[in-house]
């Protein structure tokens, strides 16, 4: 059965530096996005991205962050200047379309540990 | 942002007896719903979804109920059994949001043998 996967599964990084967090959506798929879930909270939406634009971004996503489609398959989260409050997992989504409901499939996460 | 709540953080039922899940919602512009169970180390598995147009939807041992006047719903499953413990999570979106998922906190279901 297809699957979205994300890779790595754990990042430690110190606190300023640049992480990019990959994401293999399911190949049909023409929408992806980011979610993240702080230790102990719900999981928050971040971003959708279909036609290598974003469609729809939360408050959460300000302009140290970014998404990108490298190439045809890959989808990237990038944190330019990392925080402390940014530790979480991050988990990436895809979806054949973007209408309400249409069921997202989500990967395992990259567990985000800023020190 | 409390537009979707699950106010049991946990719940615990015995092998073969129902376990009820519930969450409510405040905005009534959402009109798709959907569960998602999580285990621990692992991404939210779609479950079950249900649009605003309908009340009930059912899939095996998981039904999904809707009230919209009350902006409630519940999933039941029943028979439950033990790998059915894992968190869930209520999720809800809007149509002019282009897929948004807006999460509850999720309910921790324990079924114990």
């Known amino acids: 059965e297809p699957e979205v996967t994300q890779t790595p599964s754990h990042q430690v990084t110190q606190m300023g530096q640049e992480v990019i967090l990959r994401c293999v959506p399911i190949?049909?798929?023409?929408?992806f996005y980011w979610y993240r879930q702080i230790l102990g909270q719900k999981v928050e939406f971040l971003v959708s991205?279909?036609?290598?634009?974003?469609?729809?971004k939360s408050e959460i996503f300000d302009d140290q962050f970014s998404v990108e489609r490298p190439d045809g398959s890959n989808f990237t989260l990038k944190i330019r200047s990392t925080k402390l409050e940014d530790s979480a997992m991050y988990f990436c989504a895809s979806s054949e379309e973007a209408r309400a409901g249409d069921t997202q499939y989500f990967g395992p996460g990259t567990r985000l540990t800023v020190l | 942002d409390q537009q979707v709540k699950q106010n049991s953080p946990s719940l615990s039922v015995q092998e073969g007896r129902i376990s009820i899940l519930n969450c409510d919602y405040t905005?009534?512009?959402?009109?798709?719903f959907l569960w998602y169970k999580k285990y621990p180390a692992e991404g939210p598995t779609f479950l079950i979804s249900?649009?605003?147009?309908?009340d009930k939807n059912e899939d095996g041992r998981f039904t999904v109920f809707l009230n919209k006047s009350a902006k409630h719903l519940s999933l039941h499953i029943v028979p439950s059994q033990p790998g059915d413990s894992a968190v869930y999570f209520c999720?809800?979106?809007?149509?002019?949001?282009?897929?948004?998922?807006?999460f509850g906190q999720g309910t921790e279901l324990s079924v114990k043998p």
């Open positions: 190949s049909n798929h023409l929408y």
């Open positions: 249900i649009s605003s147009i309908k």
């Open positions: 991205f279909y036609n290598n634009e974003i469609s729809e």
């Open positions: 905005n009534s512009m959402f009109d798709y």
């Open positions: 999720a809800a979106s809007a149509r002019n949001q282009g897929g948004k998922l807006i």
